[in-house]
C-alpha cells in the first residue's frame, strides 16, 4: 500500500456568531488547505467529514469549490470521537488508491447554531437511551463529564482545584495564538469564583463553543515530496467504542475509551509518552483532559493537578498540553482544530507558541466510552 | 427554537424494547427487563438477551440502590427543568445486579448532603407536560434500609 502524508491545512476564523451558513466556512478552509499545499481544486478527489447532522456533506462541499467529481466519499456521523479517525480513514483510502488526494474537513455553527450543551429538538421527544435520560433533566454534556469527575474525585482524590490547572494552563497557552477565542489570563481565584454549571464542574471546564471550519489535505508521501511544505505523517491511530456509546451504563466511569486506546497506540507505534512532544488532549472539557492524561499515561492517576502545576505540562516539561489553547480556550471545533495544531507545530510554523524541535504530536478524540488517538511525526523525524 | 418554546421537560418516545418499563411506571412500579434464561438485568432493555440472546421480560425490581455519582445541576439547559435549578441527578446502581444502573432525579435533598455511596429508594413521580410516570429516588436515612 502506498504511504500517505498531511500536506496542507486550512481554517476559518473561530468566532461566537459566524453570521455565515457552514457551507460557506467549509469551503473557506478547504480552499486554504488545498492552495496551503500548493494544489488546486481540480487536483482533490476524495473527502472525510463526521458531523452530528449539524454540518454539511463531503459531496456538498466539493460541489461548492468547484470539484465535478468525488470518487471516494465518506461522511460520519457522530461526536468528536470520529475527529481522528476521519483523517485516519483519508489517509487508508488514499493508501488504498480509491482516491489520490482528500480534503478532510469539520465544519459547524457550534455556537450560533446547534449547541451541543442543551436539550434542543431531538430530545424533547426522547429516543432509545435518552429516554431514560432527558425526562430527568439529565441532557447535555457537562452534565455527563460532571458526572464522571464526582466519581474521579470520591475515587482518585482529585478536586476541583486539579480542574481548574488545566484551565489555567491551556488558558495561557491560548494568549500567544491570534486565533484563540478566550485569550486573557486565567487565575485559580477566578477560575474558583466563576459560576457553577453543573457541580463540580464550573464555566472554565466547558470548552469555548465556537463556529468555524478547519480542513486538512491527505495524499501520498510520494507526491508529497513535491510539495511546499513539510509533509506529516501518521504514525499509528486507534480507537475504541465501549459499550454500545452509553454515557452511563460502563463499568467505570474513571477512565474512558482511551484507557483502552492508548495502550493499543504506544504498542503498535514503539512509541511512549515520553516520546511525545506536543500533545492536543480532548479537553471538551478539563475533566477529559485530566482522564485522557492519566489513560495514555503521561501521570498517575489522580496526580494531574500536580502535573500542571509543576509545569510539567508546559514549555520545559515533559509535554507541551494543547499550546494552541485547546478547546477550553482556542475554541471547540469537534477537537478537529487539535490537528490543525499538530501540523502546524510539526512544521514548526507554530510562531510565538513554538514547540521547539517538535517531531511527534499525538492527538487524541473524544471523552467517554468512544474515541480515537493519532500521532503523528514529521517525515524526516 | 428556544429552551423557553418548551414549558414541560422531555417526554420519553417508548419503543419496542422499552414499553414494559414505562408500563410499568404509569402502574407507580420500577420495573427492568431481565434474561428470561441467564436471568440477567439489561438497562436499557432489549428484546434479547446481550449475553446469551435469550427472550427477555420486564420483572419488579427492589427500587433500592446506592448512589455512584451525582451532580447538582445549576445551568439551565433542560426544558422544563429551567426554573427548578439547583436539581440532583445521581447514577443509582441498583441492588440486583452489579452495575444495574439507572440516571435519576433525587427528590427532597439537600444538595451538599448527598454522598456517594448513599443508599437511595426509588420514588415514582409523575412527569409534567404528559401522562408518563418517571423513577426518582430518594436518599434513605439508615444504611440497611
Redesign the interface.
Known amino acids: 500500500m502506498r504511504e500517505a502524508a498531511i500536506v496542507g491545512i486550512g481554517r476559518t476564523a473561530l468566532t461566537r456568531s459566524s453570521g455565515r451558513s457552514v457551507l460557506a466556512q467549509a469551503a473557506e478552509a478547504a480552499r486554504a488547505a488545498i492552495a496551503d499545499a500548493g494544489l488546486g481544486a481540480a487536483d482533490v478527489d476524495g473527502m472525510c467529514s463526521f458531523q452530528a447532522s449539524d454540518s454539511i456533506l463531503g459531496y456538498e462541499l466539493a460541489d461548492a469549490i468547484g470539484i465535478d467529481e468525488l470518487r471516494w466519499n465518506r461522511d460520519l456521523f457522530g461526536g468528536g470521537n470520529l475527529a481522528a479517525s476521519i483523517v485516519m480513514s483519508a489517509a487508508l483510502a488514499v493508501s488504498a488508491g480509491l482516491c489520490e488526494t482528500a480534503v478532510v474537513f469539520r465544519a459547524m455553527n457550534g455556537r450560533s447554531g446547534f449547541r451541543f450543551g442543551t436539550a434542543q429538538g431531538r430530545t424533547i421527544l426522547a429516543r432509545g437511551e435518552m429516554q431514560f435520560q432527558a425526562p430527568q433533566g439529565y441532557v447535555a454534556p457537562p452534565q455527563w463529564m460532571a458526572m464522571w469527575a464526582r466519581r474521579h474525585q470520591a475515587v482518585y482524590g482529585s478536586t476541583c482545584e486539579d480542574l481548574g490547572q488545566i484551565a489555567i494552563v491551556h488558558n495561557r497557552h491560548a494568549a500567544a495564538n491570534p486565533h484563540a477565542l478566550a485569550r486573557k489570563p486565567l487565575t485559580m481565584d477566578a477560575y474558583l469564583a466563576a459560576r457553577w454549571i453543573h457541580e463540580p464542574l464550573r464555566l472554565y471546564d466547558c470548552a469555548f463553543e465556537a463556529d468555524g471550519a478547519v480542513a486538512l489535505v491527505v495524499t501520498t508521501a510520494e507526491r508529497a515530496r513535491d510539495l511546499p511544505h513539510q509533509p506529516v505523517r501518521i504514525r499509528g491511530h486507534a480507537e475504541s467504542s465501549r459499550k454500545g456509546g452509553s454515557w452511563d451504563q460502563w463499568p467505570d466511569t474513571t477512565e474512558m475509551c482511551s484507557a483502552s486506546v492508548a495502550p493499543r497506540l504506544w504498542a503498535s507505534t514503539g512509541l511512549a509518552p515520553k516520546d511525545i512532544d506536543v500533545a492536543c488532549i480532548y479537553d471538551c472539557f478539563t475533566y477529559s483532559a485530566m482522564v485522557g492524561l492519566e489513560d495514555y499515561g503521561f501521570c498517575e492517576r489522580g496526580a494531574v493537578g500536580r502535573f500542571y502545576a509543576e509545569g510539567r505540562a508546559t514549555y520545559g516539561g515533559d509535554v507541551v498540553v494543547n499550546p494552541h489553547g485547546g478547546l477550553l480556550a482556542e475554541g471547540y471545533l469537534h477537537g478537529f482544530n487539535h490537528h490543525y495544531e499538530a501540523i502546524l507545530q510539526l512544521r514548526r510554523d507554530a510562531g510565538a507558541r513554538q514547540v521547539e524541535d517538535a517531531r511527534v504530536a499525538l492527538v487524541t478524540a473524544g471523552a467517554g466510552p468512544v474515541g480515537g488517538g493519532i500521532l503523528y511525526t514529521r517525515e524526516d523525524a | 427554537?428556544s429552551?423557553e418554546a418548551?414549558e414541560t421537560?422531555?417526554?420519553?418516545?417508548?419503543?419496542f424494547d422499552?414499553e414494559g418499563f414505562w408500563r410499568a411506571t404509569a402502574e407507580g412500579r420500577l420495573a427492568l427487563c431481565r434474561c428470561r434464561e441467564c436471568r440477567t438485568w439489561l438497562?436499557?432493555p432489549l428484546e434479547r438477551c446481550k449475553r446469551c440472546a435469550g427472550p427477555t421480560g420486564f420483572e419488579p425490581v427492589s427500587g433500592r440502590g446506592t448512589i455512584?455519582?451525582?451532580?447538582?445541576?445549576?445551568?439551565p439547559?433542560?426544558?422544563?427543568?429551567l426554573d427548578?435549578t439547583?436539581?440532583v441527578?445521581a447514577?443509582i446502581d441498583l441492588e440486583e445486579q452489579e452495575?444495574l444502573?439507572?440516571?435519576?432525579?433525587l427528590l427532597d435533598v439537600e444538595?451538599a448532603a448527598v454522598r456517594?455511596g448513599d443508599r437511595a429508594i426509588v420514588a415514582i413521580t409523575d412527569?409534567p407536560g404528559g401522562d408518563?410516570r418517571?423513577p426518582?429516588f430518594r436518599i434513605v436515612a439508615a444504611p440497611d434500609v
Open positions: 427554537m429552551l418548551f421537560p422531555p417526554q420519553p418516545a417508548p419503543d422499552s438497562q436499557p455512584y455519582s451525582f451532580i447538582v445541576s445549576r445551568h439547559c433542560c426544558p422544563g427543568y427548578a439547583p436539581y441527578v447514577l452495575g444502573r439507572l440516571p435519576a432525579r444538595p456517594i412527569l408518563f418517571i426518582t
